[in-house]
């Protein structure tokens, strides 16, 4: 069974050029920042984000490769290690089980 996150709409508003995009953000767990492409669905943008695999564990997609590397005192920057082709990206940051907290940003990636 595949975990995916749908997110309304065909396409982000937030707009961008082919290349390598910088993201600067705040987060307690950067290393669990990870960045997915979407497929489309039925008007909507669906991220497989995880998976149940056959003995029951959770695993977890890598998304796309990315470094983060620490920016200034309290932030961090994600950068895809290659450029991104046209499409369209959400960027997941994953705090802890527990804590259950989610932030996210879509962006698509035009000609």
Do not use: C, W
């Not at 977890?60 to 994600?78: A, R, W």
């Not at 991104?84 to 996210?104: F, T």
């Amino acid at each position: 069974m595949t975990g995916s996150l749908e997110v309304a709409g065909e396409h982000s508003p937030f707009r961008m050029a082919v290349g390598k995009p910088e993201f600067v953000f705040t987060f307690a767990s950067p290393e669990n920042a990870r960045l997915f492409t979407s497929t489309i669905e039925k008007k909507n943008r669906r991220f497989a984000i995880d998976a149940i695999n056959k003995d029951n564990t959770m695993r977890y997609f890598p998304g796309v490769p990315v470094d983060i590397t620490q920016f200034g005192e309290s932030s961090f920057k994600l950068v895809p290690k290659s450029p991104l082709p046209p499409g369209e990206y959400a960027i997941i940051l994953e705090g802890s089980p527990q804590a259950k907290d989610r932030r996210i940003f879509t962006f698509g990636i035009d000609q």
